[in-house]
């Protein structure tokens, strides 16, 4: 079983849909998540972290995390053309350790 | 300084010969992070410091790669015999730890193409 996983898609939503992305660990003492965006040949930028059970809301975007099913997921509200990029859910088992990156979901976003 | 900077942005070498990249990362940030990543894949670790230590390396570093981070500040990362399945975005990023807090961001990334 790979660390993280995330099907690699693509998701195709219309735009001003909310787009639905999950992401799935293995390590249950994993502390921190975090979700990037990734434009094709860019490198990933940080849009969301989170690290304890719930929800987390900024802007259009919310992560959530539900560490009994070692499951984090994270949803775009009013999705928008701009928003068709390879989505990274990454993991860290604590603080002294690296960041773990699923393989991506590719969000397709049509206008 | 406004981000995590890598240099050079694109390398062609031949296959056989060694390259050197090199990151800056943001002033503050003690820790430092190499990845690798290929078409279609997500970032795969390959080491990462703290301060001057070299902490973790991951089993897909081989002997061809040794990665240096002198004085707690920038580091480099050098391929030698290169092959062609060498070709891929080498990515730094940097963090700062002290604090629950371990958010790492990435710098433009190096395109290595062997030829």
């Known amino acids: 079983q790979k660390e993280v996983e995330q099907n690699s898609g693509p998701l195709s939503v219309p735009e001003g849909a909310i787009a639905s992305l999950n992401c799935t660990y293995s390590d249950r003492v994993s502390q921190s998540f975090f979700w990037y965006r990734q434009y094709s040949g860019k490198s990933p930028e940080l849009i969301m972290s989170i690290y304890s059970n719930g929800d987390k809301e900024d802007g259009r975007f919310t992560a959530q995390l539900n560490k009994a099913s070692q499951y984090v997921s994270l949803l775009i509200r009013d999705s928008q053309p701009s928003d068709s990029a390879t989505y990274l859910c990454?993991?860290?088992?604590?603080?002294?350790?690296?960041?773990?990156f699923g393989k991506g979901t590719t969000l397709s976003v049509s206008s | 300084d406004t981000g995590v900077s890598q240099d050079p942005r694109h390398k062609i070498t031949k296959r056989g010969q060694n390259v050197t990249f090199r990151c800056d990362p943001i002033s503050e940030h003690n820790r430092l992070y190499w990845y690798r990543q290929t078409l279609g894949q997500g970032p795969e670790f390959l080491t990462y410091?703290?301060?001057?230590?070299?902490?973790?390396k991951s089993r897909l570093l081989s002997d061809r790669f040794s990665a240096e981070r002198p004085k707690g500040s920038f580091s480099t990362l050098e391929i030698q015999r290169t092959e062609q399945g060498d070709s891929a975005m080498y990515l730094c990023?940097?963090?700062?730890?002290?604090?629950?807090?371990?958010?790492?961001?990435f710098g433009q990334g190096t395109r290595l193409t062997v030829v």
């Open positions: 990023a940097s963090s700062f730890s002290g604090s629950l807090s371990t958010e790492a961001f």
């Open positions: 410091f703290q301060n001057e230590a070299q902490l973790e």
């Open positions: 990454a993991v860290n088992r604590h603080a002294g350790t690296a960041l773990i």
